[in-house]
T-cell receptor, first 110, second 118 residues
Framework: GQQLNQSPQSMFIQEGEDVSMNCTSS?????WLWYKQDPGEGPVLLIA?????ELTSNGRLTAQFGITRKDSFLNISASIPSDVGIYFC??????????FGTGTRLQVFP | GAVVSQHPSWVICKSGTSVKIECRSL??????MFWYRQFPKQSLMLMAT?????????EQGVEKDKFLINHASLTLSTLTVTSAHPEDSSFYIC??????????????FGPGTRLTVL
């Protein structure tokens, strides 16, 4: 079945550093989403990508949808402590069913 | 933006009992809601799609007789974990799609319910 693999699994960075994480799939997805999940909370949508090659920004966040529609990356610039959490990529299959990636756990040290 | 709530936020129960979790869309009507399960340090896994006025659609490997889903109104879906066992302990998260958002399939997620079965 469809799988979304994220790398790295976890990251430990210092406040102010830039962050980059990736998501790859063996299948083509028409829509890619990036979510952030804080401990004990549901995921919150950060960025949605709809077109191959699309580059979208949301404040300090930038995400791109790969040309092949099988990968995406998320960058966070000038990280701050509240960026701590788990970042998930997700893609739609069968119209409205979401499949989530394996997640990247981000820890930011002051 | 659209808001989805869940109740309770956490529940502890004895093995063999049943637990009901509610998912509500607060400011929109949701014909479709989704139930996910997340084990510690793992990703969210879709359990079932809840359709208002009809039977839920379960993902492969999810027992429909154990996880009863009822979507009786456009703003409420319930998940009942029947005869709960310790291995059912997990974080259960629902989401809802706002049908007025025609340009996307965005799902709005609830805050989750932490279930611990003793």
């Amino acid at each position: 079945g469809q799988q979304l693999n994220q790398s790295p699994q976890s990251m430990f960075i210092q406040e102010g550093e830039d962050v980059s994480m990736n998501c790859t799939s063996s299948s083509i997805f028409n829509t890619w989403l990036w979510y952030k999940q804080d401990p004990g909370e549901g995921p919150v949508l950060l960025i949605a990508l709809y077109k191959a090659g699309e580059l979208t920004s949301n404040g300090r966040l930038t995400a791109q949808f790969g040309i092949t529609r099988k990968d995406s990356f998320l960058n966070i610039s000038a990280s701050i402590p509240s960026d701590v959490g788990i970042y998930f990529c997700a893609g739609f299959y069968n119209t409205d069913k979401l499949i989530f990636g394996t997640g990247t756990r981000l820890q930011v040290f002051p | 933006g659209a808001v989805v709530s869940q109740h309770p936020s956490w529940v502890i129960c004895k093995s063999g009992t049943s637990v009901k979790i509610e998912c509500r869309s607060l400011d929109f009507q949701a014909t479709t809601m989704f139930w996910y399960r997340q084990f510690p340090k793992q990703s969210l896994m879709l359990m079932a799609t809840s359709n208002e006025g009809s039977k839920a659609t379960y993902e492969q490997g999810v027992e429909k007789d154990k996880f009863l889903i009822n979507h009786a109104s456009l703003t409420l879906s319930t998940l009942t974990v029947t005869s709960a066992h310790p291995e059912d302990s997990s974080f259960y998260i629902c989401s809802a799609r706002d049908p007025s958002e025609l340009l996307s399939n965005e799902q709005f997620f609830g805050p989750g319910t932490r279930l611990t079965v003793l």
